[in-house]
């Protein structure tokens, strides 16, 4: 089998990762368009139109008429923007969000792939909240740093042509991030944590940190008791992990270079504070080896073909 897709907007940070993922692959046949017509809507159209599953790789707006570009009833969508994680009809594309992600992925005809920020927070939030830890209405917080290619092109010029010279810098400070309703939504959550991103000097990586009072669980429960929860939902996972052993450091370049995540549970027995960690590449799991995991689910393939893990 042979699964024609079309990658619109192959030229940028993610599309470009995609395609590398997929140049290789001989169960996978990559419709391209020339340079010359690669803006051209009628030649996307036509693309779009002939691909069996088309990964989106475009701001909210072009994805959204990118969308309205279909003229069937067969070709399926993978959309890397923020446009469609919330909205009706669409399957939130991460896999290993619940026991039985996989198969609606597998099924559906539109599908949303995760944030880099909101990936590394549900795999450590959601299973705490499916098992009864942590009730909808918890009041949590999160704090994550990623390299600057989570900024795309316009960023990576400024950390690279010497516009910066920052090595760290905390932003979205009013505490409006488009990532915050998909943590909410698809976390189970009554409320949107207070998320607060940052961006470091460094190429790909991501540290995603959610802190916790043991007291503040919806039920009596110790460190150990949360470790084994979330060691629990991902056992025998390929692409989540969870480290048993313990850390005393974890940094940004852990996970760089993979399509894996890796998660920990540290923290003070003492004085009842957990600390929850997911690390992550922003462009590996967090954006085209997601996209290429669920292009392998839709089209019945190996879910974990074409990654690095």
């Given at each position: 089998m042979t699964v024609r897709v079309f990658i619109d907007g192959a030229v940028g940070t993610t599309g470009l990762e995609i395609r590398e993922r997929l140049d290789s692959r001989r169960d996978v046949k990559l419709v391209t368009l020339d340079e010359s017509?690669?803006?051209?809507?009628?030649?996307?159209?036509?693309?779009?139109?002939?691909?069996d599953v088309v990964?989106?790789?475009?701001?909210?707006?072009?994805?959204?008429?990118?969308?309205?570009?279909?003229?069937?009833d067969h070709t399926r969508v993978i959309d890397a923007s923020t446009a469609h994680r919330t909205a009706e009809g669409w399957t939130y594309g991460f896999a290993e969000l619940d026991p039985d992600q996989a198969e609606k992925i597998a099924t559906a005809r539109f599908v949303s792939n995760p944030g880099c920020y909101p990936t590394g927070f549900l795999a450590l939030v959601r299973p705490l909240v499916r098992a009864g830890l942590l009730g909808a209405d918890a009041l949590l917080s999160v704090n994550a740093i990623s390299g600057y290619s989570g900024g795309g092109?316009?960023?990576?010029?400024e950390f690279e042509?010497?516009?910066?010279?920052?090595?760290?810098?905390?932003?979205?400070?009013?505490?409006?991030?488009?990532?915050?309703?998909?943590?909410r939504r698809h976390a189970g959550l009554e409320h949107a944590p207070i998320f607060q991103p940052a961006v470091a000097r460094a190429?790909?990586?991501?540290?995603?940190?959610?802190p916790i009072h043991l007291a503040q669980l919806a039920r009596p429960a110790t460190l150990t008791d949360v470790a084994e929860v979330l060691a629990s939902a991902y056992d025998g996972g390929r692409v989540v992990r969870f480290a048993h052993e313990a850390a005393t450091v974890v940094r940004i370049e852990d996970d760089a270079n993979t399509d894996r995540m890796t998660l920990r549970v540290t923290g003070n027995a003492a004085t009842g504070q957990a600390l929850l960690i997911a690390t992550l590449d922003n462009l590996g799991k967090g954006a085209a080896g997601a996209a290429v995991q669920n292009l392998n689910i839709m089209a019945?393939?190996?879910?974990?073909?074409?990654?690095t893990l």
């Open positions: 017509r690669r803006k051209d809507d009628a030649a996307r159209a036509e693309a779009i139109n002939a691909a990964i989106l790789c475009l701001p909210d707006d072009a994805a959204r008429d990118a969308v309205a570009m279909i003229a069937n092109k316009s960023m990576i010029a042509g010497g516009e910066t010279i920052t090595a760290f810098r905390p932003y979205a400070l009013a505490l409006a991030h488009k990532h915050a309703p998909e943590m190429y790909r990586g991501m540290v995603v940190q959610v019945g393939l190996d879910p974990v073909a074409g990654l």
